[in-house]
């Protein structure tokens, strides 16, 4: 069977992005046609200026917010990455067969890092060794497919190259894993500025939707989107930014074809309309279970417990023979 591996990272609330580009498909189809492997991954929440106690809530919060989009625990394992050591144990393993060079290409790397600088002056090391531990992340699953928004798709195309470099060097160990992605909202753009993506860690939250906001919020926040200059709705990505992703949510969330629905709107603000309520009825069930599951929090704490045994036994295997592989002795 098709074994998958995602992850979200614990450094703010959970967006639109987020569940459009990679939990709602996790939920609604990888999940019931993969042995799926989900997890909320807080040592990565660690590779720039944090606060402890925010990511521990944080934390809860993103998996609490996992189960309310639907994650069954019957059919997907939830646990949360410093629960397992095998993540960090690969890790190591991995960055003796990654280059610095190899780091300082990726472009996420690239975007942080003089962020990091402007604000604290020093960039933690952590940041550059980032794709590795999220390689780790994959491989010590032996994931086929890592269901993932657009922005993830260099750092899963570094796993394939570590993977194979791995095989070839050491004896074959790893699966050698390949991205996947949404059809529509595979990248979705921040409300203001529709030239960047969506992202949990944006310094204003106008431009992005949470999975926790209220309705009116919602409805706010898309009404006065940033649209483009013309009047016309067509879909086009590249010269109507605002337009085409009002277009892409609106498909997404309630299923069709940006292009196909571009055609049934004379206006903006009928779009916005549309696309503000179907968000709206997008949300509701997951805020309403998720109100649900705060009041439970024994349910949750279960889960994880439960979820990081079953992860712990999924991934020592391979992170022992990787081990060997490399040369090192094994314990007596
Ligand atoms: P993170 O936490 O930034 O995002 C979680 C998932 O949401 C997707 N996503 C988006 N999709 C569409 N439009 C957007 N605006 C948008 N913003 C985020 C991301 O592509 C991602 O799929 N490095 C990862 C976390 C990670 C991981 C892993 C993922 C660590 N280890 C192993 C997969 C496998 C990250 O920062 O995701």
């Known amino acids: 069977m098709t074994r998958i591996f995602s992850g979200v990272k614990p450094t703010g609330h959970l967006t639109l992005g987020n569940h ?14 993969a042995d799926s492997v989900f997890c909320v991954v807080d040592l990565h929440a660690l590779t720039v200026d944090h606060d402890p106690a925010r990511v521990r809530r944080l934390s809860r919060q993103a ?23 095998e993540h960090a144990r690969l890790s190591y393993l991995l960055e003796c067969v990654a280059s610095d060079g190899e780091m300082r290409r990726m472009i996420q790397y690239k975007e942080k890092a003089p962020v990091e600088q402007a604000r604290g002056g020093s960039v933690r090391l952590s940041l550059l060794t980032y794709p590795v531990l999220m390689a780790a992340d994959i491989l010590a699953y032996g994931a086929d497919e890592v269901p993932v928004g657009e922005d993830q798709t260099q750092h899963v195309e570094l796993t394939r190259d570590l993977a194979v470099r791995f095989n070839q060097r050491y004896g074959q160990t790893f699966t050698v894993p390949r991205a996947t992605r ?18 949990k860690s944006h310094e204003s939250g106008a431009g992005i939707v949470y999975l926790l906001d209220e309705p009116d919020a919602v409805r706010k926040k898309i009404m006065r989107a940033v649209t483009d200059s013309g009047s016309e709705v067509v879909y086009d990505r590249e010269n109507r930014p605002g337009v085409s992703n009002l277009l892409e949510i609106l498909a997404a969330s309630e299923g069709g074809d940006p292009e196909d629905l571009s055609g049934a709107y004379e ?32 349910y949750v704490e279960e889960v994880l417990r439960a979820g990081a045994e079953r992860a712990r036994e999924m991934s020592r295997p391979t992170v022992d023979a990787a081990y060997r592989a490399i040369g090192l002795l094994p314990p007596a």
């Open 20 to 33: 459009l580009g990679a939990i709602r498909g996790w939920a609604e189809v990888d999940q019931h046609r």
């Open 63 to 85: 998996a609490t917010l996992l189960l309310a989009s639907g994650i069954d625990p019957e059919r997907s394992v939830l646990f949360v990455q410093s629960h397992v050591d």
């Open 182 to 199: 949404p059809e529509v909202a595979a990248r979705v753009m921040d409300l203001q500025d529709p030239t960047s993506k969506m992202g």
């Open 267 to 298: 206006s903006y603000g009928a779009l916005k309309k549309d696309t503000a309520d179907a968000v709206v009825e997008l949300l509701r069930p997951v805020r309403e279970r998720h109100r649900e599951l705060v009041r439970d929090s024994s």
